[in-house]
């Protein structure tokens, strides 16, 4: 069996909020976010959202098996002085990976940016998807059904096998 360096993961960039230029004055327009695992991609440029944008853009990545943290940060373009950084976050993945997540489920999910200096700067909004064999179920991406369980805290009692279903709202 081949064992695999990386994972593919698509994350779509849907929208920033309440982002603003040294924390003072609304960005106007023109900002875009760069998404970094070990590469990077860049959405294309928001240029009426204001402090509000919208991307909605979809950008499908390779993360790397051993990878701890997405980098996304938010810039905005200034003709005269170049691009202004407005904020960034760092997304564990162990919050759209593993665990009791299967492969294929999407997360939706939204950070507070940080400035240079640390500060409170926007929130950026995001959903992510790690991307796994097709026609895979929920169960099949489960790690192993769970096994062996003690009913009646009998030691020599029957055992209960089961295997998670996904469950609808």
């Known amino acids: 069996m081949e064992k695999t360096s990386s994972r593919t993961i698509e994350i779509t960039v849907i929208s920033g909020e309440d982002l603003r230029v040294n924390r003072r004055q609304p960005v106007k327009k023109n900002t875009f976010v760069i998404v970094q695992t070990f590469s990077s991609r860049t959405t294309k440029m928001d240029t009426d959202g204001g402090s509000y944008p919208v991307w909605n853009e979809k950008l499908v990545m390779e993360l ?42 999407l997360s939706f999910l939204s950070y507070r940016l940080r400035d240079r200096n640390g500060e409170k700067n926007g929130i950026i909004n995001l959903s992510v998807k ?30 209960v096998v089961g295997i998670p279903v996904p469950y609808s709202y």
């Open 64 to 105: 790397p098996m051993h990878a701890n943290f997405i980098n996304v940060s938010v810039q905005c373009k200034a003709f005269s002085s170049g691009n202004k950084l407005i904020g960034t976050a760092r997304i564990p993945v162990s919050d759209f990976s593993g665990g009791y997540l299967p492969e294929n489920y």
């Open 130 to 159: 790690v991307i796994g064999p097709e026609n895979m179920g929920w169960a099949a991406s489960c790690p192993r059904p769970w096994t062996k369980v003690p009913v009646d805290n009998k030691v020599s009692g029957g055992t």
